[in-house]
Structure formats: structure tokens, C-alpha cells
């Protein structure tokens, strides 16, 4: 098969790219024409440079292929929020568009598990009103969830969401090495009890489910939570990173409705739509940490066959050992220079 991958230059793309090679499949990636994409070059996959924001840059892409991923999205960072619509919302829309053109015979797109809510009280299904919150990352994410589904719904796309868990692994640079970061400057601290699942997922199991989810029929114009069903909690989560990188584990305690409301503060505190730093702490992040959320991945397991296949300590345990090669071999690199002077 001949496969598309938008957005593969982020965390995701080269593990899912590696995947589907290793199932026999050709894939391309779509890149902005800024983007380096030497890692993929060397491999010889073929790079068609667009943009999703622009939909006359998707016609070429789209040609020929028979699957597209779309992982494309501005998530992570506190950008100006129209960044966010532009890519998340109305860059859905635009590879919508173009996989009905190409008539492509499957979309599958990443939305993400917090576009139900938070502290929903039980394990969230696939069968939940989306609810969005507050973060502009969060709504975006909603709207082009919703985007797909009316495609599918109105125009017979033939497409399949997918919702992950919060993802990390080996070249994750936001999710584990914040907290890996937080943890060595002792800065990390657990929100409530921390007896609250977290949903968090080992990113070999997501491109696991993600692929079976292209290539079963029965999955065309379903809705999947990827997940693990067994999570760690909070606490337990802070302390298997600090006990895998050698720091002390986070002692200081916060409430919940005490940090919620310094979110708020902090935020006002940033000019939202011309960003020059980060907010201290934000309502999402403390929402995401501090409410107990958990997925249900049982309608995966039925119709696709998809089932974890990492612990997230083991997860936790290789990641970690990535993240302290990349701090040995940062620390390594002024000495290296030093010596070729």
C-alpha cells in the first residue's frame, strides 16, 4: 500500500513511519517547506513538501495513495491561537477535502482522549458527547473531531479516529522530558493525592493500534480510543520517572483548587495571542495531572484486535534511558567542539 503521513516530522511520525515500513508498506510524507526531513531522506522515503493550511499544496500529495494519517497539529506549546485553528481546525477540514478528491480509501485521524472532558467519574468510551474546555488546543481538537465525523456522516469519507492516551517514548521532547525536566530542577509537584489515574500511553502501542485501525474494514467511519487499560497514577507515574533518571521524587503536595485558580492567574498573566513566554502553569496541564481519567479501550480490543502490549513502567523504563543519553551526549558536545579547535 502506498501511504501518506501529514505531520511526520513531530514525535509521533518517524515511529509510525517505521511501522508501516516494517509491514511492507511505500510511504510518503507531507512536510512544510521549511521543515527538515533529512531523517527521512536518508531512509529514501519521498517527501512532498505542502502545507495544510493551504489546500492547493494537498492535490499532489494526495495522488496515488491509498491510506493517509494525518497527525498534523499544533499542540503542546502556548501559541497564538489562531496558530491553532489554522492547522488543527481548518487543516482537518482541508485533508478532509483532499481524501475525498483523491478518493483515497482511508483517512485516519488523531484526534486525542481529552476531547470528552476531564474527571468524567468513569472510564471514558467512544460513545461520549465531546466537551470543550478551555484550552485552545483542547477546543481546536474538538472541532476537528467533529469536522471528520460530519465528513463521514455527509460525504461518506472513508475515515477512522482515532483518540490516544497522552504519548510518550524515546524522541519525545514534550510530554516526558517536561516532566524528566521538572523532576531534576525540583520543581515537579503532585496535584491533590495523587491517587488519580493518568492516562498515559507507550508509543509503540499507539502505532500499533493506529495501523490496525487503517487496515481493518470494519473500522471505516468508527471512533477508537487507543489506551492502556492498566494506568499508573499520578504519583506513582512521578515516581517511576524520578526513580529511571536517579532524582528525588516530588514531596510537595498542591490542592487541586488551590493550583486550578493559579492556572487561570498565570495565563492572564501571557499575552495569548502574541506569546513571548509560557504561563507558569496552566488549566490544562493541571487538569490533565490532577483528575482521574481513564479510557476505555474495549471497543478496540473487539473490533481491531488491539491490545497494549508495553507496560508503562517498562514504557517509562526505555524512555528514561533515551532522555539520559540525550542529556549525556548534550553535556558531551561543548568538550567534542573544544577539541576539534
Not at 273 to 286: E, F, I, W
Amino acid at each position: 500500500m502506498e501511504i501518506l503521513v501529514t505531520g511526520a516530522t513531530g514525535f509521533i511520525g518517524p515511529h509510525l513511519v517505521t511501522g508501516l515500513r516494517g509491514r511492507g508498506c511505500s510511504v510518503r510524507i507531507l512536510a512544510r517547506p521549511n521543515e527538515d526531513t533529512t531523517q527521512f531522506e536518508r531512509q529514501g522515503i519521498a517527501v512532498h513538501r505542502g502545507d495544510l493550511r493551504n489546500a492547493g499544496t494537498l492535490i499532489s500529495p494526495f495522488q496515488g495513495v491509498d491510506a493517509v494519517f494525518n497527525l498534523a497539529a499544533v499542540h503542546g506549546l502556548w501559541r497564538a491561537r489562531q496558530e491553532y485553528y489554522d492547522v488543527n481546525v481548518a487543516g482537518a477540514e482541508n485533508v478532509c477535502r483532499a481524501a475525498l478528491a483523491a478518493g483515497i480509501r482511508r483517512l485516519v485521524h488523531m484526534s486525542t482522549w481529552t476531547v470528552c472532558g476531564f474527571g468524567l467519574g468513569r472510564p471514558v468510551s467512544e460513545d461520549l458527547p465531546l466537551k470543550a474546555g478551555t484550552d485552545t488546543y483542547q477546543i481546536t481538537k474538538v472541532e476537528s473531531d467533529r469536522i471528520v465525523q460530519r465528513y463521514i456522516a455527509e460525504n461518506n469519507l472513508p475515515a477512522t479516529i482515532v483518540r490516544p492516551s497522552t504519548i510518550f517514548g524515546p524522541g519525545d521532547g514534550i510530554n516526558f522530558s517536561r516532566m524528566a525536566e521538572r523532576l531534576c530542577a525540583g520543581k515537579a509537584v503532585i496535584i491533590g493525592s495523587g491517587r488519580n489515574a493518568v492516562p498515559f500511553l507507550y508509543i509503540s502501542d499507539l502505532v500499533d493500534g493506529m495501523i490496525r485501525a487503517a487496515f481493518n474494514e470494519k473500522a471505516t467511519g468508527q471512533i477508537y480510543n487507543i489506551g492502556h487499560d492498566q494506568p499508573l497514577t499520578q504519583e506513582e507515574m512521578w515516581r517511576c520517572i524520578a526513580a529511571e533518571i536517579g532524582v528525588n521524587p516530588p514531596r510537595l503536595r498542591v490542592p487541586y483548587h488551590f493550583l486550578y485558580p493559579l492556572g487561570v492567574l498565570a495565563e492572564k498573566l501571557v499575552d495569548r495571542d502574541n506569546p513571548k513566554r509560557q504561563p507558569l502553569v496552566t488549566r490544562y496541564g493541571v487538569q490533565i495531572f490532577g483528575t482521574d481519567n481513564r479510557q476505555s479501550i474495549e471497543k478496540a480490543r473487539r473490533e481491531l484486535g488491539y491490545a497494549p502490549q508495553v507496560s508503562l513502567r517498562d514504557g517509562i523504563r526505555m524512555t528514561a534511558e533515551w532522555y539520559l543519553n540525550q542529556q549525556a551526549r548534550s553535556e558531551s558536545e561543548p568538550e567534542a567542539v573544544a577539541m576539534t579547535l
